[in-house]
Nanobody, 115 residues
Framework: QVQLVESGGGLVQAGGSLRLSCAASGIIFTFYTMGWYRQAPGNQRELVATISKSGSTDYADSVKDRFTIFRDNTKNTVSLQINSLTPEDTAVYYC?????????WGQGTQVTVSS
């Protein structure tokens, strides 16, 4: 059974930082591209960042230079360091694992940024 469990969300003031983590089980973690997506109220889910099995990263333009994705293959975790938060970053953040047609999601963790 595949499980992706996110943690680290919360309420933070604008300009603050958070680190989100996702613990994966039930998959061969090193084979998967891992990612973070987010969905704000009334909006579609959007890509935030991905990291391939080789460690190559990709970011949405809106978060470049503020967000950093990294993975620990020894612990089967992927994390997202979020700096310089703005109210526009308020959303539910979802962990994703993708390999060919296999596509798994976590339950999400809420990030709320107050102005």
């Amino acid at each position: 059974q595949v499980q992706l469990v996110e943690s680290g969300g919360g309420l933070v003031q604008a300009g603050g930082s958070l680190r989100l983590s996702c613990a994966a089980s039930g998959i061969i973690f090193t084979f998967y591209t891992m990612g973070w997506y987010r969905q704000a109220p009334g909006n579609q889910r959007e890509l935030v960042a991905t990291i391939s099995k080789s460690g190559s990263t990709d970011y949405a333009d809106s978060v470049k230079d503020r967000f950093t994705i990294f993975r620990d293959n020894t612990k089967n975790t992927v994390s997202l360091q979020i700096n310089s938060l703005t109210p526009e970053d308020t959303a539910v953040y979802y962990c994703n694992a993708k390999l060919s047609r296999a596509n798994y999601w976590g339950q999400g963790t809420q990030v709320t940024v107050s102005s």
